[in-house]
């Protein structure tokens, strides 16, 4: 958090001055900002000021000018730093719970589904995709779960492709911007998991006309180690990269002493 003064030490503005500083409101605030259309940079500036100092409409205009356009240099983090977003802000909303922050209770299956759907709402970029990929990601709450001592690291419902219609129903019904928001966070997760795991990423194969999630994932960790297909679906995302990253390691150093050999 910075404290810019004016009039000093009477007067300040309190500017946040990373992800990890803003409330949830802050936060849904910001992505309905970021994809609201407007092209005027010192419009966008200017309300992202007012987002980030947390004041009311009438407060903020209460600031002078001169103040407020020279505190522009201090929000432009938000339109280029978008990646670093990793902690949660949306943990609950309207009854349905969602993934701890970088994806710490996130399990191959639930992220299997959530990767094919957020794909979807990439290329499609329609209200009724984003509605679907944040249907798998949101649940309902366990019944009578303690969530002060998480035992089970989750506090959803285990996850199930077939609620994902049923979940959709009232999802369809929040803002937008508070699904916008929750994509956001998402892609700043997945990219993290690139900064952690890279040998994963770089191995990998995608292409515009098909994607196939993490089925070759699960399918290459499955086996006697992890168990079926099945199994490996339960396991946490981290895990599972942890595992993969080493069973591609073992694998170029097996080829690195079959060519020396060869040679």
């Known amino acids: 958090m ?15 001055d990373n992800w990890n500083e803003l409330t949830q409101s802050q936060f849904i605030r910001i992505a309905k900002l970021l994809h609201s259309g407007i092209a005027d940079t ?9 987002i980030l100092c947390d004041k ?19 929000v432009k983090w938000i339109f280029e730093e978008q990646q670093g977003i990793t902690k949660q802000y949306i943990n609950e909303y309207d009854g349905l719970q969602g993934p701890e922050s970088e994806f710490n209770n996130l399990k191959l299956a639930e992220f299997h589904h959530a990767e094919m759907a ?32 998480n035992p089970d690291g989750d506090s959803r419902v285990p996850f199930n492709y077939q609620d994902i219609q ?18 956001m966070w998402y892609a700043g997760c997945k990219e993290l998991l690139r900064k952690i ?12 006309g098909y994607f196939e999630g993490m089925f070759s994932i699960i399918r290459n960790i499955a086996g006697d180690k992890y168990g ?36």
């Not at 049923?166 to 994509?183: F, H, S, Y």
């Not at 946490?236 to 150093?253: G, M, P, R």
């Open 166 to 183: 049923w979940n959709k129903r009232k999802i369809k019904k929040w803002p937008v911007e508070v699904k916008q928001a929750i994509a």
């Open 197 to 208: 795991y890279p040998t994963v990423f770089a191995s990998g194969n995608t292409d515009e």
């Open 56 to 74: 009311s409409l009438y407060k903020f205009l209460l600031t002078p000018f001169e103040v407020r356009l020279d505190a522009y240099e201090h």
């Open 2 to 16: 910075k404290t810019l003064y004016y009039n000093y030490p009477v007067k300040h503005l309190n500017v946040c």
């Open 118 to 149: 957020f794909y979807i709402f990439h290329k499609e970029q329609t209200i009724d995709a984003l509605d679907e990929f944040v249907s798998v990601l949101y649940r309902e709450p366990k019944k009578n779960y303690d969530r002060d001592r």
């Open 42 to 50: 010192d419009i966008l500036l200017d309300k992202a000021l007012q």
């Open 228 to 263: 079926s297909f099945n199994d490996v679906e339960q396991m946490f995302v981290h895990l599972a990269f942890k595992e993969l990253c080493c069973l591609i390691e073992e694998q170029q150093e097996l080829e690195k002493q079959l060519n020396t050999q060869r040679a």
